[in-house]
């Protein structure tokens, strides 16, 4: 009798044993976070207009007023500067692609704008984060680090863009994209690049749409290229426009149809006058 | 095969290598497509008569019924009717017989072409059998091209099998041109005519294959999946409509330089004079040549595109008047201390003058980006297109058929009943378009089939145009009928019954026999189709 109790004393402790493991290892759904949550509409936040009337910090603790932004397109880099992940590799990945992209200049042609949406980011976190980076006023020209001057204003500013992000207490982390936003030099939203997946060319190709209206005659061939590239809102990259190739092919074909039928002419009316 | 065979064999005409009876099968297809396509356009103007549904069958498919006659009209009066018309009946009559030669250099591709655009407009024409009816317009922009439950099929294959016709066209004249002319025949004697056939055909050659290719993609994208336009996964969206009109643009140069030419030959014969200053108005068909590939954005101002491209693409549209403006006052100037015959031909040809003049100060404005973002959904650029486009180019077609008229039967036409429907004709399209330049500056919208939320006099402008085309309806079945009716039973006509100094009357008889030309055309340099003054 003992031993039977003891044999089902132990099958219950194991059974409970095993569901507890099996209870541990599985995730909690709360810990699960849907990336569809963070999607971006792109459609409907392009051409919108982002600070008309905001006001930034540097990491100085001077104001910089977006109206006095330079007049050319950016690159918004929405961050924490706290962030022990995404944000550092964002900023480092951008940082290295912008080496490679060689149609426009960084400080000359757009700017690099990081703007914090975390309302507890100070001057100080700001001097940390661009410190990592590598990132100084003197040293790297076009490339400002901010946070907004009004904290009230980061949710109405980043739902304008359609921007999503929310803070897990538990986890101790913002849950956010690790998207980058190409503006035009109205400060209106030109492309949405998921820097995942994006690479150099990209960023090259976003830029150019960006200031399409201010190219210089030697940025010409530059800009025909980015028009044989059509951005891809599914992936949030560029991605080779084939019916432009198909196009230039057929107006070519029918170049060469012309030449062609001449020279078939030309054969045949010798053939002709040989045999004769 | 000769034209002037005796007794009518079917087999004959199906199996034909002769450029004459192609160019007859090409006027007898392009009045079909004209036809049908006119009855399309009473069907437009029915409904707009009244605001609100008038003859759709009901305000929730009604938008459905009005873009499939709006289709079939816009689709088969360019691609069925005046094309064809132009490059295709006249090219195919008169370029052979004009330069001297026996023939095409490549009659049976001459004949596959005849029949690729038969079976096109068969094609088009089962727009009116199959229950999911194509309601792309004649543009079939995406995404509501793919989208839509329309058979875009057909009007893919529709363009395909008569852009192919195109090509193979152009490519037998233009080397017909170049190799066939007449021994002694320089490029500076070619007719008029030839000019404007050998320039439009080149912009034919060179941009159709463009159009067919866009359109191509675009059945891609509805049947098979494709992104090409689908802006959502990496396709281009407002590249077809870069494509489209990168064509679009330039044929309808392909359309007025041919029409132009039949003008230049109908007023050097009509006032018996020299082409004033014939060399500017060669120039000017080369100058559109030149520049009829680099207008084709302003059709797109209010696409997104950069300003630089719109003010650029403006200078482009306005620099083109400059070739026709030389090319109109050559036209006008033709008819100076001319010893003028106003017959038929040369009433179509006044005509044209006037309808040159409006449609082309008309697009002036819509040539300007600023007047373009306003005027260019209204009705005032459809009124614009169909003066310079449509009604100027169907009076060439009409003017060249009276013109030749007694070449092509050996009869001459009834000039009463001709003056009857040209009048009718020329009446009918003022009393219908000028209406629709004023409500279109007062804001109506093209392509609505229902205009209540317009301001309620928009539907008187509406009726008075209403009326205007049943009164060219009238007008063209008077002058079809009269040229069936003159080609059976009108007055023989003479070798050369309008004095002209072109070979085809010159040197060929009436109608023109197997080889064209009795004996071989030889020419020396002092030889020119409008040697009027000798």
């Known amino acids: 009798m003992g031993r039977r109790l003891s044999c089902w004393l132990f099958l219950v402790i194991w059974l409970a044993g095993a569901a507890e493991a099996l209870a541990i290892s599985k995730p909690t759904e709360n810990s699960e976070i849907d990336p569809n949550l963070f999607r971006i509409d792109q459609e409907k936040y392009l051409g919108i207009r982002f600070g008309k009337e905001l006001t930034l910090l540097q990491e100085d603790g001077t104001p910089l007023a977006f109206e006095k932004f330079p007049d050319r397109p950016f690159i918004l880099v929405p961050a924490y500067y706290t962030c022990d992940g995404s944000c550092f590799t964002v900023g480092g990945t951008l940082r290295t692609m912008l080496k490679d992209v060689k149609a426009v200049q960084v400080g000359v042609d757009y700017n690099v704008l990081f703007v914090s949406f975390d309302k507890n980011d100070t001057v100080q976190t700001i001097d940390s984060f661009s410190k990592y980076l590598g990132i100084s006023r003197e040293r790297t020209p076009g490339w400002y680090v901010t946070l907004f001057q009004d904290p009230q204003a980061i949710q109405t500013e980043m739902s304008k863009l359609g921007y999503k992000f929310f803070w897990s207490p538990r986890d101790k982390t913002f849950f956010h994209p690790t998207v980058v936003i190409i503006m035009n030099a109205e400060g209106r939203v030109a492309r949405y690049l998921n820097m995942m997946t994006a690479s150099a060319k990209d960023i090259e190709l976003a830029l150019l749409e960006a200031k399409a209206n201010q190219f210089k005659p030697s940025e010409t061939v530059d800009y025909l290229v980015s028009l044989c590239y059509s951005y891809n809102f599914k992936e949030g990259r560029y991605t080779i426009n084939i019916p432009v190739f198909v196009g230039a092919g057929s107006f070519v074909l029918g170049i060469l149809l012309l030449l062609g039928s001449l020279g078939i002419y030309r054969l045949i009316h010798r053939r002709k006058n040989t045999k004769q | ?534």
Not at chain 2, 103 to 123: E, H, M, T, Y
Not at chain 2, 295 to 302: A, G, K, P, R
Not at chain 2, 356 to 382: D, K, Q, W, Y
Not at chain 2, 412 to 418: D, F, K, Q
Request: proline letters at 5%; a neutral charge.
């Open chain 2, 1 to 534: 095969m000769s034209t002037a065979s005796s007794g009518f064999k079917l087999s004959e005409w199906i199996f034909t290598t002769d450029h004459k009876r192609i160019g007859i099968l090409y006027l007898i297809g392009s009045i079909a497509a004209f036809a049908v396509a006119g009855i399309m356009a009473l069907l437009i103007r029915i409904e707009q008569m009244s605001p609100g549904a008038t003859i759709v069958s009901d305000v929730y498919t009604g938008g459905e019924q009005y873009n499939v006659w709006l289709y079939f009209h816009g689709a088969a009066m360019i691609l069925g009717f005046l094309i064809p018309g132009l490059t295709g009946f006249a090219a195919n009559y008169l370029i052979p017989l004009m330069i001297g030669a026996k023939d095409v250099a490549f009659p049976r591709i001459n004949a596959l072409s005849v029949w690729l655009f038969w079976a096109g407009i068969v094609l088009a024409l089962l727009t009116f059998v199959v229950p999911d009816k194509p309601d792309v317009m004649w543009t079939g922009y995406p995404p509501y091209s793919i989208k839509t439950g329309g058979n875009l099929a057909l009007y893919v294959f529709t363009v395909h099998l008569i852009g192919f016709s195109s090509i193979l066209a152009s490519v037998n004249f233009l080397v017909t041109i170049i190799y066939m002319r007449a021994p002694g025949m320089g490029w500076m004697q070619l007719n008029m005519f030839i000019w404007g056939c050998f320039t439009a055909l080149i912009i034919q050659l060179v941009f159709v294959p463009v159009l067919a290719a866009a359109v191509t993609l675009l059945l891609f994208d509805r049947y098979l999946g494709t992104h090409f336009y689908d802006p959502a996964n990496g396709g281009d969206v407002l590249l077809y409509q870069n494509l489209f009109w990168f064509y679009s643009h330039p044929a309808v140069y392909v359309i007025f330089l041919p029409a132009m030419g039949i003008f230049y030959e109908i007023y050097a014969t009509m006032a018996k004079n020299r082409i004033f200053n014939y060399k500017a108005a060669v120039y000017g068909m080369i100058g559109i040549v030149l520049v009829s590939g680099e207008v084709w954005v302003h059709h797109l101002y209010y696409s997104g595109m950069p300003d630089w491209i719109r003010i650029g693409q403006m200078v482009t549209t306005l620099l083109i008047s400059v070739p026709v403006g030389l090319m109109t006052i050559s036209l006008f100037g033709t008819l100076y201390r001319g010893a003028i015959t106003f017959n038929i031909p040369m009433y179509y040809g006044v005509a044209a003058l006037y309808l040159l003049l409006i449609g082309g100060l008309t697009g002036i404005p819509l040539a300007m980006t600023v007047m373009s973002v306003h005027l260019g959904e209204t009705s005032f650029v459809h009124a614009h297109f169909h003066f310079i486009m449509g009604i100027f180019a169907a009076f060439s077609v009409f003017a060249a058929v009276d013109f030749w008229f007694p070449k092509i039967s050996g009869r001459m036409l009834h000039e009463g009943r001709a003056k009857i429907g040209f009048w009718l004709n020329f009446i009918g399209v003022n009393v219908t378009f000028w209406p629709l330049f004023i409500i279109g500056v007062d804001g109506m919208p093209r392509r609505y089939w229902d205009y209540s939320q317009f301001p309620a006099y928009f539907g008187n402008y509406h009726k008075v145009a209403t009326i205007g085309a049943f009164i060219v309806a009238t007008g063209m079945i008077i002058t079809i009928s009269n040229w069936l009716l003159s080609a059976v039973s009108g007055a023989k006509a003479s070798n050369n019954p309008w004095g002209s100094k072109s070979l085809e009357w010159t040197h060929t008889e009436t109608p023109p026999g197997p080889g064209n030309f009795p004996q071989d055309v030889v020419l020396d340099g002092n030889w020119s189709p409008y040697n009027y003054s000798k």
